[in-house]
């Protein structure tokens, strides 16, 4: 073909079978098959020296030859080849992308390259989506913040299901707020899943029936709404605390005592050393022991439930927060906010603002 001087483009098409069968391979390869005679059908219509081939299993690419001027016109061709792409919805989806203009053979790598990086801006959804060179992508963190990872493993540490599950609700609602790509939202639900099966082992509680962690990514990739995303980490994360609550319901005498210990003097002056003294042990003993069975520090099981204890009495809107400070066994207000903050990743203000009614 003569490139001289001619201003051509790449579009990319990634197909995404969503049903799930025992004859799923051949499905997907006749539509592959189908789709490509389609798109390269349309396509010779309007721009008679085009090209299309299969590259991948689920990967089509297209070659065309036109001015810059004639884009608006590719645009609306790709626009009514999405209508009817849109009647299959409920089996698939298309994420379709448009390269830049190029004007040399040689380029022809990098026009490949820019439609696979643009692809990766698809956003989640189960909706054929059209994807173009200027399209901007919203960069957004895709993990949990060093303060938020410390809340959550703590949390799931507890096995207070509430809290945790809020964490992440947290988290997806910013991504969704700003528009993030589906891989961004994988990229952090698979850290979830790693985190998770991480305290778990620590525990040393049994996760073998939550599935392989390869697996578990697998049901990631799976989830082609925000919804469906959303479900399955619920369904992942219930499992992984009911394991927790398991674990800590193997009663062990010494643990058992702290638990108890601490929940009914919170409020007060409660140390390591004044429990270990109780106990009879050194204080260095029962901090080891204490992390091995529980997979958490002693202080940080203490600050945790004053926590939530605060939380649960700024619910009551006659209570003042520095009551609420001193109730849950902070007598400095400086060191109440720090800790709220750290573990709620708001001061208890904000928190009160946040929940009133």
């Not at 697998?218 to 469906?228: I, L, N």
Request: aromatic fraction near 12%.
């Amino acid at each position: 073909m003569d490139f001289t001087d001619r201003p051509y483009v790449f579009v990319f098409y990634e197909l995404t079978y969503k049903k799930q069968s025992a004859n799923r391979k051949e499905i997907e390869q006749n539509w592959a098959y189908y789709l490509k005679e389609f798109i390269n059908y349309y396509l010779k219509q309007q721009y008679p020296e085009s090209l299309t081939f299969q590259i991948e299993s689920n990967q089509i690419l297209s070659f065309a030859f036109l001015e810059e001027s004639g884009y608006p016109a590719l645009k609306e061709l790709i626009g009514r080849m999405k209508q009817i792409l849109d009647f299959d919805k409920d089996d698939g989806y298309v994420t379709i992308a448009i390269s830049s203009f190029y004007t040399n053979a040689a380029q022809m790598t990098d026009a490949y390259k820019e439609t696979l990086q643009l692809s990766k801006r698809r956003r989640l959804n189960d909706e054929t989506q059209i994807i173009e060179s200027h399209h901007k992508l919203e960069l957004a963190p895709m993990s949990l913040s060093p303060q938020q990872e410390q809340e959550f493993d703590v949390n799931l540490r507890a096995g207070n299901k509430a809290e945790t599950l809020q964490i992440v609700h947290r988290f997806l609602a910013q991504l969704h707020k700003r528009s993030v790509s589906a891989l961004q939202y994988y990229h952090f639900a698979d850290e979830i899943v790693y985190k998770t099966i991480k305290t778990l082992t620590a525990l040393q509680a049994d996760h073998h029936c939550l599935g392989e962690e390869a697996w578990l990514r697998e049901q990631v990739a799976g989830c082609h709404t925000y919804e469906q995303l959303s479900s399955f980490l619920d369904g992942f994360l219930a499992s992984a605390i009911e394991l927790v609550g398991r674990k800590k319901g193997e009663r062990d005498p010494i643990t058992s005592f702290v638990i108890e210990y601490v929940e009914k003097h919170y409020s007060g002056d409660v140390t390591l050393e004044i429990v270990a003294d109780k106990l009879n042990i050194s204080s260095g003993y029962l901090s080891t022991y204490f992390k091995e069975k529980t997979g958490v520090n002693f202080i940080d099981y203490l600050n945790d439930l004053r926590i939530r204890k605060a939380k649960e009495m700024l619910l009551e809107s006659g209570c003042r927060i520095q009551d609420v400070a001193r109730k849950a066994g902070y007598q400095n207000m400086n060191s109440f906010n720090r800790m709220f903050k750290k573990f709620c990743g708001i001061t208890p203000s904000e928190f009160r603002k946040q929940v009133a009614p």
